[in-house]
């Protein structure tokens, strides 16, 4: 059962909530985990500084700045007693969802494990889901976790201390 578990990092504290799941998952499964970053080059553009400013200056940094999140990930994964990996990807022109399925097929992951902020109506549309994109294209199963904070934030839950809040999770396959 889920001995590969592929699970996409960004440093926010909901892709970290993701973590923390799938790092308890693995330990249930015995697994492994493939901690992945994807240095989104484009997320960044804004069409007024050129090429050489971004090549030269922008992208070492923003390649340093996922190799610090992997980094921690990893340091995460190894205090919990999991074995993992780490992969950064840079340079890519394909959509974030593809990448990680992609990565997801190349590494045979048996789940991937994604945070995800749980935004509805108008800041999911403008902002786009990566998770929501996820979910539709993977051929494995997906577990979306959502933050502690989105969850305690939900009308339809009981009041609870912030600490006795649990992250929400669905498994899709």
């Known amino acids: 059962m889920y001995e590969r578990i592929l699970?996409?990092?960004?440093?926010?504290?909901?892709?970290l909530h993701g973590l923390d799941e799938a790092l308890r998952l693995a330990g249930l499964?015995?697994?492994?985990?493939?901690?992945?970053?994807?240095?989104?080059?484009?997320?960044?553009?804004?069409g007024y500084e050129s090429a050489a400013v971004y090549m030269s200056d922008l992208l070492p940094?923003?390649?340093?700045?996922?190799e610090q999140i992997l980094r921690q990930g990893l340091e995460?994964?190894?205090?919990?007693?999991?074995?993992?990996?780490?992969l950064l990807l840079t340079g890519l022109t394909e959509r974030v969802a593809d990448v990680v399925v992609g990565q997801a097929n190349a590494w045979k992951a048996d789940l991937?494990?994604?945070?995800?902020?749980?935004?509805?109506?108008?800041?999911?549309?403008?902002?786009g889901s990566?998770?929501?994109?996820?979910?539709?294209?993977?051929?494995?199963?997906?577990?979306?976790v959502r933050s502690k904070h989105v969850a305690s934030a939900a009308?339809?839950?009981?009041?609870?201390?912030?600490?006795?809040?649990?992250?929400?999770v669905s498994i899709a396959a």
């Open 29 to 46: 499964t015995h697994g492994r985990l493939l901690l992945v970053h994807i240095v989104d080059q484009l997320k960044y553009l804004n």
């Open 155 to 168: 009308k339809a839950e009981p009041a609870l201390a912030a600490d006795d809040v649990l992250p929400r």
């Open 61 to 66: 940094h923003m390649q340093e700045a996922g």
């Open 76 to 86: 995460r994964a190894q205090r919990a007693g999991i074995q993992a990996e780490t």
């Open 130 to 144: 990566d998770a929501e994109q996820i979910l539709r294209v993977s051929p494995v199963p997906v577990l979306l």
């Open 112 to 127: 991937i494990v994604i945070g995800t902020h749980g935004r509805h109506g108008l800041g999911r549309v403008l902002l």
């Open 7 to 15: 699970v996409p990092i960004d440093g926010s504290n909901t892709s």
